[in-house]
């Protein structure tokens, strides 16, 4: 029998403080029931002797101090897990939203997993073939990254993490894979575009939707992505499947754990974010990988924004420190109607060399990369150079990679919503522009492959 | 670390990593603490009272007020002896193929497993007859743990007496006794291969010595323009993405140290198992054995318990310290400082200690400090005196790539070495992507008698001149920006065509090509000999009067492009482009005399 107290004697923004408990452990899930008979969960964040401060994930509203009943489990937040979860739909903390049964679980997970052991780690080296150019031939995924897209407000991220979700596959072999979608506080239209976007491609009865909406408890949203990454964990390490995670949008996340920490009163790191965000960041992050003899594989696709599109920003930084790269929109190219807006010189795969070359993906893959990078950072240099001093000014060659960097964004960046390149189709496009430049300019490529493919392609 | 508690207390308090007990009378500062029946690690940082703060090396979910907590009465202690090479540790030592043995994929909690595999016998071979007298560090014998270390056994640090008995040259586990000592009082202390020492302390030396000898990393920003040298220490500091991991790993794999101790402090996993699959497979370039010969792997990745990753910057220093003891020479990387300091923060917050810039604790510059100052080149304090050095280099991570961050400008008031990373170099993936205008070396005074005698007498002179027609370039890039290249005289462009050709073709160098990640001192001299030899007779070139359009076509540049990729048994081939720069600038002038 579990014991009720109903010694509430503090509530602020989302915490409660309950005394004269016993027994209580740190980390544990709490039942709270509320004058009216409804139930909210909550977790204990911390115990000192008698007292327990528990946070609530639904909110504080309604509850009362002497009214309320509180029930500690015994346990911590735990999962109900078994392939059911395919093709379901859930609420930010596991339960079910869809009109379905709930889940028989074969396994109940507690959500904040434990660490991989590094050793027990298998590096990622298998290249995903995602259709979009920028990402496959400049900034190219693999299996088990983790790979953020740093957006800002009105920028189509969505649509190219639905894209990506619809394109990836791998080149060669078995297809078995899964999609497990967290929304944490987005509107219940971007929520539903991609819901729309996985039943109409039938990606539905293989993805699993943990949905915190925008008008859903905020401190809920500290659970959600766990969730979603233990469901994601199971799948991929139980049941050998390859699973794409994509969790929209961290800064909804950051911006609840700080609610809490500023609730506690803990001393704030930069702009209030507390000071162990990096940590608790990467307890989501690094969740992503794969694993010495297991078949399956999480891959990561963490959306952001940016809040006043800055960079420095400690969410996209500390994201950053993180992740194994990050896809960086530009507004820039976004107004000026170019999908997707893929600003390719500060994105970044660290993954890529592990992933490309000769029976991956093509011998001259990192050449070719290398030197389209360099070529469109001089032709933007020019450019701007021609800004100041007029064209008349530039150097023949500075008008030949000024000449590269429009024909690059239009011809390489740009691709339709439902364009599907391979990696072939992708190296052509590039070798293509690389004309442009004088060949012996190309010195990140080696002879042999230019003498090869330049031309040829 | 087992054996009997010295007192027993309660837990009072749980908030993340730190637990408080009361009931702790007779612990110290730093005793390890065993929290709740669980066993989890942990440490004393704070006493007041009978209470005490524990940071706890373990989740600490679902403990509780009122579990007991056991006191050591140690400090926290890493063991040395044999079986530390090849070893991944994670941040209080405990070897992580061995969890993973015992507990599957992940790594769960409260488990306990010595440093160094007890069940393992090593061929002891000993160096020391009965009724010699020893003194701490001495060598007693040795074991060849991997083809390339030779691991001497030593007696521990501050011990010293008459070797009573030692056994004979035999297989032996590092827990049986070899010797036995008896010290000046009369007291018998029996000696094994290994020994523990408690890692916030440093281990004692003799004397300090200045550093003067190159750490050679085949890296040619580093080696020509901001050398380490051996003893010394250096910073990397760079916003993501700008390419401090891999500058780290190019350093693990090529310097020319004997022993890598390598600290993943805080950073991903995966480039942890980067390291574990590449290591062994990569060929040192000085032994010709595989790199993971040479290496210790520590490794507390950002999802383990933070506290742990405070400790473990310790746990590698350590190690390195042993290894200096025998006369290695020691390079450890940390990777990242920042998240060891963070770890700090992360503490002292939970402490509710009074913070210092942005939420530090008041106490980071003399942490940062002190670590740094462990790094050094010593004679050891055995009575055969050897040398043997320590050479510590930190990637910073600064927030946003500021480098006012207090972790940043504590470590710069320290360190001798800045290797500054920049964003724009690496968008325009010139890699490595060290600023050569802001970095620095305060070696170079030190290290150039030993460049210009073992290399070439030109080499600081080509350094200084390389390093002042970059200056010069930036110079003129403001100019060009202003009024267009075409404005400049033929010399200052000819300076910006050699700028250029010192960025492309010696500087930028890509750790992924095979022939290129490693370049000797002697490749890294001929290329860039080439490139200012071309400059001076292009030079001659211009008050003959010949056009510059020529003099930059000239055809031998496309061999100095590829020389980075020339073999290193090859080294001729580049010796050999000087004699065509003066065939095609003979061809340039008679041309010129001709037309006339």
């Keep these: ?457 | 670390m087992n054996g009997d508690y010295i007192e027993t207390g309660k837990i009072v308090k749980v908030a993340g990593p730190l637990v408080i007990a009361s009931g702790l009378t007779k612990s110290k500062m730093f005793d390890v603490v065993r929290v709740s029946d669980l066993k989890l690690i942990g440490e004393i940082i704070e006493l007041r009272g009978d209470t005490a703060s524990i940071q706890v090396y373990e989740e600490t979910q679902g403990l509780g007020p009122g579990e007991a907590v056991y006191c050591t009465g140690k400090p926290l202690s890493v063991e040395l002896g044999p079986g530390l090479i090849e070893s991944i540790y994670d941040g209080i030592q405990r070897p992580l193929d061995l969890i993973r043995e015992k507990t599957g994929n992940y790594i769960t909690r409260g488990l306990n497993v010595p440093g160094l595999s007890r069940e393992k016998t090593w061929n002891f071979i000993p160096t020391l007859q009965k009724n010699e007298e020893v003194h701490g560090g001495d060598f007693i014998g040795y074991v060849q743990e991997t083809a390339v270390v030779k691991h001497n056994i030593m007696i521990p640090p501050n011990l010293s007496g008459i070797i009573i008995d030692i056994l004979p040259e035999g297989s032996y586990k590092i827990d049986e006794q070899i010797a036995l000592l008896k010290t000046a009082n009369g007291e018998e202390r029996p000696l094994y291969m290994m020994h523990t020492w408690p890692v916030r302390i440093g281990r004692p030396f003799s004397k300090k010595l200045p550093p003067n000898q190159p750490m050679a990393t085949g890296q040619r920003i580093i080696d020509m323009l901001f050398p380490l040298a051996k003893g010394g220490t250096a910073c990397v500091p760079g916003p993501f993405g700008s390419g401090k991991t891999v500058v780290q790993h190019q350093l693990a794999k090529w310097a020319n140290a004997s022993i890598i101790v390598y600290i993943g402090c805080g950073e991903r996993g995966n480039e942890m198992t980067d390291v574990l699959l590449e290591f062994p497979e990569l060929e040192d370039p000085q032994t010709g054995h595989p790199l993971m010969k040479r290496t210790v792997l520590v490794a507390n990745t950002s999802n383990m318990p933070v506290a742990a990753r405070e400790a473990s910057i310790y746990t590698g220093i350590t190690i390195a310290e042993y290894f200096r003891d025998m006369g290695f020479d020691v390079a450890l990387m940390a990777d990242s400082t920042s998240r060891w300091a963070e770890a700090m923060r992360e503490i002292s917050g939970r402490l509710e200690e009074m913070p210092g810039e942005e939420g530090y604790p008041a106490y980071l510059a003399t942490k940062i400090a002190s670590f740094y100052e462990r790094a050094g080149k010593v004679i050891t304090a055995s009575r055969k005196e050897r040398i043997g050095s320590v050479s510590a280099i930190g990637a910073v991570s600064p927030p946003g790539g500021d480098f006012s961050d207090p972790v940043v400008q504590s470590t710069l008031k320290v360190v001798k070495v800045f290797w500054g990373l920049d964003s724009k170099l690496a968008y325009r993936r010139h890699f490595p992507a060290i600023n050569w205008l802001s970095s620095y070396s305060l070696y170079l005074e030190s290290l150039s008698d030993f460049m210009n005698k073992d290399i070439d007498k030109n080499w600081m002179p080509n350094r200084y001149r390389a390093m002042e027609i970059l200056q010069h370039e930036a110079e003129l890039e403001e100019i060009v920006r202003l009024v267009g290249k075409d404005s400049l005289s033929p010399k200052d462009q000819l300076v910006l065509e050699t700028a250029k050709s010192i960025r492309e073709d010696f500087l930028h160098q890509i750790a992924f090509d095979p022939s290129d990640t490693y370049s000797s001192l002697h490749k890294q001299f001929l290329i860039l000999d080439t490139i200012l030899f071309i400059h001076d007779v292009s030079m001659d070139l211009i008050k003959e009067e010949i056009p510059l359009g020529k003099i930059i076509a000239l055809k031998v540049k496309e061999h100095v492009a590829k020389a980075k990729y020339v073999d290193e048994k090859e080294l001729d081939k580049i010796k050999e482009l000087k004699v065509e720069v003066e065939k095609e600038a003979k061809e340039l002038l008679q041309n010129l005399k001709t037309e006339d």
């Design chain 1, 1 to 457: 029998m579990v014991k009720e107290y109903k010694t509430v004697s503090e509530i602020i923004g989302p915490l409660m403080l309950v005394e004269e408990v016993e027994g209580v452990k740190y980390g544990e899930i709490t039942e709270v029931e509320l004058p009216d008979g409804s139930i909210r969960t909550g977790q204990v964040l911390e115990v000192n002797a008698d007292k327990a401060l528990v946070q609530l994930f639904e909110g504080t509203s309604g509850v009362n101090i002497t009214q309320s009943k509180i029930r500690f489990q015994g346990r911590g937040i735990e999962i109900p897990l078994s392939l059911d979860i395919l093709g379901r739909v859930f609420d930010g903390l596991g339960r079910p939203k869809d009109d379905g049964p709930s889940i028989m679980p074969e396994k109940r997970l507690n959500i904040n997993g434990n660490p991989i052991n590094p050793f027990a780690r298998d590096y990622p080296s298998e290249f995903i073939q995602t259709g979009i150019s920028t990402i496959d031939g400049l900034n190219t995924l693999v299996r088990g990254q983790k790979l953020p897209i740093f957006s800002a407000s009105g920028l189509p991220h969505n649509r190219i993490a639905a894209q990506i979700a619809r394109q990836a596959k791998v080149i060669k072999g078995e297809e078995n894979f899964a999609v497990v979608f967290a929304a944490m506080g987005i509107t219940f239209e971007e929520a539903n575009y991609f819901q729309e976007d996985f039943r109409k491609t039938g990606a539905i009865e293989r993805a699993v939707m943990f949905i915190n909406l925008a008008d859903d408890p905020a401190i809920e949203r500290i659970a959600t992505p766990r969730m979603a990454l233990t469901a994601a964990e199971y799948i991929a390490f139980e049941k050998d499947m390859h699973v794409l995670v994509i969790l929209t949008d961290m800064t909804n996340y950051c911006e609840a754990l700080r609610e809490v920490s500023a609730a506690r009163k803990e001393i704030p790191g930069r702009r209030g974010y507390p000071g162990y965000l990096y940590t608790d960041l990467s307890t989501i992050y690094e969740r992503a990988g794969r694993i010495k003899g297991k078949k399956g594989s999480i891959t990561q696709f963490p959306i952001l924004t940016m809040p006043e599109d800055d960079k420095t920003h400690p969410i996209p930084d500390l994201t950053g420190y993180i992740t194994e790269g990050q896809i960086i929109l530009s507004r820039a190219l976004h107004r000026r109607g170019i999908y997707p807006p893929i600003d390719v010189l500060p994105s970044l795969s660290r993954l890529r060399d592990k992933g490309i070359g000769d029976e991956k993906t093509r011998k001259d893959h990192a050449g070719v990369a290398n030197q389209l990078f360099s070529d469109y950072a001089k032709g933007k240099e020019a450019k701007e150079l021609a800004i100041i001093l007029g064209e008349a000014a530039l150097t023949d060659l500075d008008k030949s990679y000024s000449k590269f960097a429009d024909a690059f964004e239009l011809k390489f960046v740009q691709q339709g919503e439902y364009e599907d390149r391979s990696i072939k189709d992708t190296l052509s496009i590039g070798w293509d522009l690389l004309k442009i430049i004088p060949k012996m300019e190309l010195k990140r490529i080696k002879d042999e492959y230019i003498e090869e493919f330049l031309g040829k392609e």
